[in-house]
């Protein structure tokens, strides 16, 4: 009896000691497989964060694209987007013709003189307006022409040699009239100040048939000469130089430049600009071309 109770006790202490470790193995098992199910949904998170990731990357990169190429696009077209400023940097020439018929005006003789005068230039443009600032340098060389006021006699006639110099700054207001893209009518005006620089010569003269000649001195007009030439009454002489205002003469210090004008605009590409300006001012007409390069 008692060996039946002892052996009953051995057999279970045997299948507990049994089964508690296989219990174990089970639960041990059942977390490995939780762990492994966790890593991979983990994973299978990760790679659908990586793809929408990617998705998201390759949707920034088309925007990108899409907005450089527009950019791109702008860049190479000639059309003038509104509301933006552009900035040209270039040169002008202009030909000035100061007509006889202005001269006559205030004076008797004279001769139309044409002007050369050129210099860099820098344009701010916005919405078909343009403000275009130039520095110019203009020659008003002449050679010795018959000059006299009109109120004076016939013995006041001189020769007159100019090598007079100015040097503009001034401001053109420019409107346009688009007809194309790359093609418009440009009207306004301009504005300004001339720095005046340089020789004015004077000299009495003599009127020889149809012409004119410099009288060898005071008084000394030569035997064929009225005796009413080469007064003593100045000293226009042996290439009188006329002082400037600031020297109590006739030579001005500084010379306004007002003028209208219009001419075309050619936009030969979204960089480069050419112009052709004529106008009508204080100096006369002006025929002139300009180059400028957008910044």
Partial sequence: MAARKWLTGLLVAGSVAVSVPARADDEAKGKEDSAEKTDGEKSADADTEKKDADTDSEKAGDKEGKEATAGAAAADSVVEEKGKTYRFVGARYRL???????V???ADGGATVAVHSFGPEF????????YNFGLTYAGYGMSDTPFKSKSDGEDAWELVNSQIKVLYLTADFLWSHELSPQFAINYGMGAGLG????????????????GYTRCAGNGRGGPAAPSFYCGTDNNHYDNYEEPSWANG??????FPWL???????????PRFVARLDVGFGLSGFFFGLGADYGL
Wanted: charged share 20%; glycine share 10%.
């Fill in 96 to 102: 000035i013709l100061v007509p006889k018929f202005i």
């Fill in 104 to 106: 006559s005006l205030f």
């Fill in 123 to 130: 344009a701010i443009r916005k919405d078909g307006f343009e």
């Fill in 195 to 210: 720095l005046v620089f340089g020789t004015l010569y004077r000299n009495q003269a003599i009127k020889t048939g149809s």
């Fill in 249 to 254: 003469g006739s030579k001005p210090v500084i």
């Fill in 259 to 269: 003028a209208v004008q219009t001419g075309a605009r050619y936009k030969v590409d």
